[in-house]
């Protein structure tokens, strides 16, 4: 069994409910979502053609990208409508002690 890394990545305070944050690790773009107090951490990256999601407009768990208008499920990353047809990463959270950690480490 692997063990799984997490890396602290932003301070919680920076990410009130309803807030987004972009953080980047090692080169890799993440968007972060506050969802009624809940942290959700996919890749900012739309898998339709590379457009950026931390800006996309919320609704619900959903994400729309501002490009071509795509959707995803942030919790499990699911494409949900074209022009997207591939799901996008998403990374376990962990809040300790105030801090934001994302497990980055591949499945
Ligand atoms: S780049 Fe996101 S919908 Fe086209």
Avoid: W
Wanted: a negative charge; hydrophobic letters at 35%; charged letters at 25%.
């Amino acid at each position: 069994m692997s063990s799984s890394t997490f890396i602290d990545v932003a301070d919680l305070n920076d990410l009130p409910p309803g807030g987004h944050l972009l953080v980047e690790h090692d080169g890799q773009s993440l968007a972060l979502f506050n969802i009624d107090g809940t942290v959700y951490a996919i890749e900012d990256l739309c898998t339709h053609d590379g457009g950026p999601l931390v800006e996309g407009e919320i609704h619900g768990y959903e994400v729309t990208c501002s490009r071509h208008g795509a959707r995803f499920d942030v919790r499990t990353g699911k494409a949900l409508c074209m022009p997207a047809v591939e799901d996008i990463r998403t990374f376990p959270v962990e809040i300790r002690d105030g801090r934001i950690l994302v497990c980055l480490d591949e499945d």
